[in-house]
């Protein structure tokens, strides 16, 4: 279940609540009047079922609830109560196949903006990455794809081709052309610093670590798996099953690449640099595709539900 509390100006409270009193998905409705001081108005809550949670706040925003008052939501973990099981039997689909548009663009509009913080994990990601390139370890490699923070970004930009907003596309894209290059720099600048005090070898060739020849392979089960793990990581994010989304991160080669670029630099390997760059962009332009199509998907299906639900309350 979902728990809405609202604020509604008073001259708008009798259509916000014949729409809540006609939503068979919508229980626990409380009418406080004039309980709310700014934005004034009236202070209604109510719980919806999360199948039906985006066609209801819809309309909400159809009734300008949320330019004239306030909408806020909670996610009701556990909900013991006969009605919420009846409201959500009501609701079309399944718990954990909906989809909260609202906590989708929320999540990924913070996790696309370019932060302090979303650099300094990318940087460190890639420092892991290259060290577990150097002693060929998968345990860091896998370390180092969990660490990197990318796919925030990436379906940032995703959910904003999906939902036309110009503004976090900006944003995505430039955490993206910022995050990379920086992690790639760095990489560089440690690989410089380790091989001048001789920690690390003299000469570094692909051929001689396994894992750097491996990441530096761009070839139809590169994009492959990074096409399924794409639509994964959307159905994740979208979906009540949040817990595959770690699978996600280490399946998909794009921080090792990134790592791989600057560990090649700094030894002038430029045949494995060529070849890890395009890995890195054949990986990203995958995720890309997978993540828009899977969210058009989605949006699709609740349009078409949106529509259904509009025939369903229209008179006559």
């Known amino acids: 279940m979902v728990h809405l509390r609202l604020v509604v100006p ?18 626990n409705v409380i009418h406080l ?7 004034s108005g009236d202070v209604v809550l109510c719980d919806v079922a999360r199948e039906d949670a985006s066609i209801l706040l819809a309309d909400l925003k159809d009734l300008k609830v949320d330019e004239h008052g306030s909408i806020a939501i909670e996610f009701i973990d556990t909900a013991v109560s006969r009605a919420a099981e009846l409201a959500e039997k009501r609701a079309p689909g399944r718990v954990a196949d909906a989809v909260v548009w609202e906590e989708v663009t929320e999540r990924t509009s913070e996790e696309a903006t370019v932060s302090v913080t979303f650099l300094i994990f990318m940087v460190l990601a890639g420092l892991i990455a290259s060290v577990g390139i150097y002693q060929n370890s998968a ?19 995703c959910v904003a081709v999906v939902q036309r907003r110009t503004g976090l596309a900006v944003v995505s894209l430039t955490a993206l052309l910022i995050g990379f290059p920086l992690t790639i720099g760095a990489v560089a600048l440690s690989s410089l610093i380790l091989k001048a005090t001789s920690i690390t070898p003299d000469a570094f060739t692909a051929t001689s670590h396994s894992l750097s ?21 959307m159905l994740s994010l979208t979906t009540a ?36 760059l395009g890995q890195l962009v ?33 008179p006559g």
């Open 33 to 39: 009047r004039d309980a709310a001081r700014t934005p």
């Open 241 to 276: 099953k949040s817990g595959a989304l770690v699978g996600v991160l280490i399946s998909v080669t794009t921080i090792p690449a990134a790592a791989n670029i600057g560990v090649t630099a700094a030894y002038a390997e430029w045949g494995s640099f060529g070849r890890s």
């Open 213 to 233: 020849n491996s990441i530096a392979h761009p070839d139809f089960f590169a994009a492959f798996v990074a096409f399924c793990a794409g639509i994964a990581g």
């Open 282 to 314: 054949l990986n990203i332009a995958s995720l890309f595709v997978a993540g828009i199509a899977t969210l058009a998907v989605q949006r699709a299906v609740f349009e078409r539900r949106r529509a259904a639900s509009r025939a369903q309350r229209a």
């Open 139 to 157: 345990i860091l490699i896998v370390g180092a794809m969990v660490v990197g923070p990318e796919f925030g970004p990436i379906a940032g930009f």
């Open 10 to 27: 008073r001259e708008r409270i009798e259509p916000v609540l014949e729409l809540l009193d006609g939503a068979r998905s919508v229980i």
